[in-house]
Structure formats: C-alpha cells, structure tokens
C-alpha cells in the first residue's frame, strides 16, 4: 500500500550470523536505501541483529487462510517422509 | 464442495485461543473495532512524544538526557510498530494521520496535561509507562496476530521506561526539601490522569463488551486499574511521599485498595478535546506533517529517478 508516506517494506532480521533471518515487522519507506536505514533504527535498537533484508510488501506472495486445508493436505498423509517410519534393527546403533 | 461457515471458523479460533492473522475472515466489527484501539494506541505514542521531548534540552545531566533521548524514540518507533499492525487491517497511514489531524481519532488523555517541571518528565516515566506496561502486558495475548506481536515487541522495550521514571523520582524525592515537593507535586497532578488512563469504569465502558468477548482485552478497565493502584502504593510509600488520595486504604476482603474514582467529568472534557494541552499537541502534530511535506516530495521523486535509472540501464 502507498501513501504519502512511501511504499510499505517488510523487515527481515538475522540474530547472529549462521542463523536464518526472521520476518519482524515492516514500514515504510521511499526507497531502498531509506528501507534498509529505517530498518536499521526501528527494529535493532538494542543488538538485536547483524543483518537485515528489506523487501517491498507487494513483492510477498502469500498463501490464503482460506486454502489452508486442501493447500498442505498432501503433505498430511505422508508418515514414511519422517524417519520413525521405519524399523531398524535393534543390533544396530547410531542410524 | 462444502460451505465455509465463516463466523463459526473465526469463534472456534477465538475459543482455541489461536490468533486471528490479517487474511482472515473477521467480523467487521472486530476489525473496526481493532483499527479503532490499534490506531490510537499508534496516536498516543506518537503525542506521547511531545511531553517528554518538551525537556531533552533542559534535561538536568548529560546521562539523564541521552536517558531521555532513547526513550523518547523508542516512543516514536512503538508508534511505528502500531501503524504498520493497523495498516494491516486495510486502512492507510494517510487515512490515519488524517484522522489524528483532524481531531476524528482520539488519543491517551494523559498527553494532554502539561510536564511543568522535570518531576513531570519523572512522574511519567514512573506512573504513565507503568500503567501503560499494564495494558501492553495484557495486549500481548490479545486476538489479533500483527497487534499481538507489535505488543510483545514494545513490552521488551519498555520496562527501561519506567525503571528510569522512578530512578529519576527516587532522586528527587531523597535529595533536598525543595526537590523532594516537587517530586510530591507531580504524583499529585498526575495520580488521577494515570487511573483515567484505564478507561471509564466498566459499567459505562461502551467499547470493552465485545473488546474482552473477542479476546481483544483480556481485562477489563477497572481490573487494570485496580491492579496498578495494588502495585503503586507500596512505590509511593518506598520514596517517603504522601500517597495522593486521602481515600488509599488497604482492604483485606477484596485483597486490594480501595481508593477515590477519577473525575469522569474531566476526564470527558479532555478526551473531547479541553484539557490544558489538547490543542497545542494537535498543532505540533499537523505542523509537524504539513512541514514535513517538503521531504516526502523530495523522497517521492529521488526515488522514482532511481527507479528511471535503473529501467534506463
């Protein structure tokens, strides 16, 4: 959405490095520059990151909470993609 | 194919205490209903800043001042924080800011008393940022997702605010006779405003039925109040001050205070814009915006010439 006060961005911070970044929170800005800054001001006051990703909100691609059931219902019936699936014999350690 | 029974999925989720997320299906009232808090709640930080910033220039030690400064920002980016959850609801900060400027949306009555002396700006931090953590403790378990998580932000932010409040008044009210008064005259002033700040009592609240029904509030505003009376006194008593109500008296019954309710009257009158400082908050706020102007225009078009650049190369 854009007003006068430029186009929304959303946040995405990195706590420590090797870690994955988070979704935080978003804002505003007129461009990219200005994106990352704010970024920088609104959402690591205290050290909360070493890295930041800003990305324009119209540029997200959601999912709908409306498809929820038939979206992952593929994934719901799939037990042998999960390791407890499967016997191994008690002879043999460490699998 | 199955019909969706939209209303049951939204209470069933209510009922499991499962948050609302800003793609779902809401009842228009709850959504009215959250632009209205969230967006007030966005105002009152925003307003809140002029108070407190009334004294960075004046402030008595460099500490106390880079103190000062800190808060007052983490101010401005709760604001932040507040618009973008209630942008998500599908109102824009235009329409918002509009609504402030022109007196359509209200904000805290607290911000529109006046910080006379630095026990003012001490006062706040204490009593204000401690009945708003309150509020915002209980908020961060309301209903709505983007509210929720802006809430669990600002909580981690604020309890510096109100440790520094009180640092400041247990200053003044240990040093000499004359700071000690004025440390004694700010509780007085802003005692009364601090409970007004909960809300209407709850029989005549209009907004807090539906508020606690949705999960919005958990709380209702004189069990708020009634906590951060129990909380305070044993503060005020630590500093050695006069508690400010004559009518403060331990009650084992109902394992609380018992203390005066607030003038509703004035409390009516500066929500509807008469307290002390109603319209000079309102025209720093639409100066602020109109001086402003300039930049935004500025920013619009830097960035839509890095945008030809970019197509350009």
Known sequence: MSDSQGPMWEVFVQKKSGQPFVHCGNLHAFDKEMALQNARDLYTRRMEGVAIWVVKSEHIVASSPDDQGSFFEPANDKIFRHPTFYQVPDAIKHM | ????????????????????????????????????????????????????????????????????????????????????????????????????????????????????????????????????????????????????????????????????????????????????????????????????????????????????????????????????????????EYLGLQLPDAKIKWNEAKNGYDFSEPNWVEFKNVINGNGPCNKERLNARVSAHKNGEWVRAAATAYAKKLENETIAA
């Open chain 2, 1 to 236: 194919m199955s019909t969706y029974n939209f209303e049951e999925i939204f209470e069933s989720k209510l009922a499991k205490n499962e948050m609302i997320e800003p793609k779902d299906w809401m009842p228009e009232n709850y959504r009215k209903h959250l632009i209205r808090q969230i967006s007030q709640h966005a105002h009152s930080e925003i307003v809140g800043m002029l108070p407190e910033g009334n004294w960075i220039t004046r402030a008595p030690s460099l500490r106390s001042k880079i103190v000062l400064l800190a808060k007052v920002q983490d101010e401005g980016g709760h604001g932040l924080y507040l618009y973008t959850a209630a942008e998500s609801l599908g109102i824009s900060r235009d329409e918002m800011l509009d609504a402030l400027h022109t007196s359509k949306a209200k904000y805290s009555s607290i911000f529109n008393y006046p910080t006379l002396t630095w026990a003012d700006v001490a006062a706040i931090g204490w009593l204000v940022d401690g009945a708003a953590i309150m509020n915002q403790v209980m908020l961060q378990r309301t209903s709505y997702g983007p509210y929720s998580r802006a809430m669990i932000r600002i909580c981690k932010e604020e309890s510096f605010h109100q440790r520094q409040g009180y640092e400041a008044m247990t200053r003044l009210a240990f040093g000499t006779p004359k700071q000690k008064e004025m440390a004694q005259d700010a509780l007085n002033r802003f005692w009364f405003p601090t409970l007004m700040m909960f809300g209407p009592p709850d029989k005549e609240s209009p907004n807090s039925d539906n508020a606690v029904k949705w999960r919005i509030k958990r709380e209702t505003n004189d069990e708020l109040r009634q906590r951060f009376v129990n909380q305070t006194v044993s503060q005020i």
